[in-house]
């Protein structure tokens, strides 16, 4: 059964220094991995997608991630942390099958940033 | 061109009424899902519509929940009778397709309280 795991339930980073979030699968077969960031009271947005691919993955905002199977990790990551990337980060696999739309969460990690 | 839209963005009904929550996906979509994040919990799949059919609704909690797409349009989940359990947010989310490439778009989510 397909799974992720977000060991960190919430990180915190000054600005201008880098952004690391960890998250590691499990899965029987090569996955469909994403990340989503959730921002204060609004909706769930994507902000990369490795579908086998390329396994170094460019999102939006300058966020970027790594699949690495040898590690079973997809961790995100971002050079430099602003302000305004303050949110909830989720790290998704989508479960195959029948139902490609049966997307399995991470806990979730909430990334406070400090001025 | 519009995202998914969700209504009520709030609602606050007392533990035994019914609410209903409606999702408009994005237009030509025909894959429709439902989540929800109840209180402290991760982020679940409750089911997928494509156009009027439920394709699966293996994560739907009990028969107190009931979903419907008539017309494979926009989507109803109503909860009757509510519980306190149910407090949380209920996600809808579309897709185009169902294949690994597609991108599954959430909306802003339904705040549920029940007290």
């Known amino acids: 059964a397909q799974s992720v795991t977000q060991l960190d339930s919430h990180v915190s980073v000054s600005e201008g220094t880098p952004v690391l979030l960890s998250c590691n699968y499990s899965s029987s077969y090569s996955p469909s991995l994403f990340w989503y960031v959730q921002h204060p009271n609004k909706g769930l947005q994507l902000l990369l997608k490795?579908?086998?691919?390329?396994?170094l993955v460019k999102g939006i905002n300058g966020f970027e991630a790594e699949f690495k199977k040898s590690e079973t990790s997809f961790h995100l990551t971002k050079p430099s942390a602003h302000m305004s990337d303050a949110a909830e980060y989720f790290c998704v696999v989508r479960k195959g099958g029948g139902s490609q739309g049966n997307l399995i969460f991470g806990k979730g990690t909430k990334l406070s940033v400090k001025p | 061109e519009a995202g998914v839209t969700q209504f009520p963005s709030h609602s606050v009904i007392e533990k035994g009424q019914t609410v209903t929550l409606r999702c408009d996906p994005i237009?030509?979509?025909?894959?429709l899902y439902w989540y929800r994040r109840v209180m402290g919990k991760e982020i679940k799949f409750l089911l997928h519509?494509?156009?009027?059919?439920?394709?699966?609704e293996s994560g739907m909690p009990n028969n107190r929940f009931l979903a419907e797409r008539t017309g494979g349009t926009y989507s109803t989940l109503k909860v009757q009778p509510a519980e306190l359990e149910d407090s949380g947010v209920y996600f809808c989310?579309?897709?185009?397709?169902?294949?690994?490439?597609?991108?599954?778009?959430f909306g802003e989510g339904s705040w549920l309280t029940v007290v």
């Open positions: 989310a579309s897709s185009q397709g169902q294949g690994r490439r597609n991108t599954i778009y």
């Open positions: 237009s030509g979509h025909d894959n």
């Open positions: 490795y579908t086998s691919a390329a396994t």
């Open positions: 519509f494509v156009k009027e059919s439920k394709q699966d």
